[in-house]
């Protein structure tokens, strides 16, 4: 799996288990959703997500 799809996999988990969280948990975990839209808009512009060292520190290819 190249790290476009790994980063877009670990960016829909994370949504979806922080919407899981806010629903059942804590609102406050509705945070962390936005944060991770914040995130994914902002690679939009940039074309860089600060998941993308950890992923290629990882071993995940281009």
Not at 4 to 21: H, K
Not at 48 to 54: A, E, G, S, T
């Amino acid at each position: 799996m190249n790290i476009e799809r790994l980063l877009r996999l670990i960016a829909g988990t994370f949504v979806l288990l922080s919407v899981g969280l806010g629903y059942y948990v804590s609102p406050y975990w509705f945070l962390f959703t936005a944060f991770v839209a914040l995130n994914l808009i902002q690679s939009a512009f940039t074309n860089w997500c600060p998941m993308m060292p950890f992923l290629r520190w990882m071993g995940a290819r281009s």
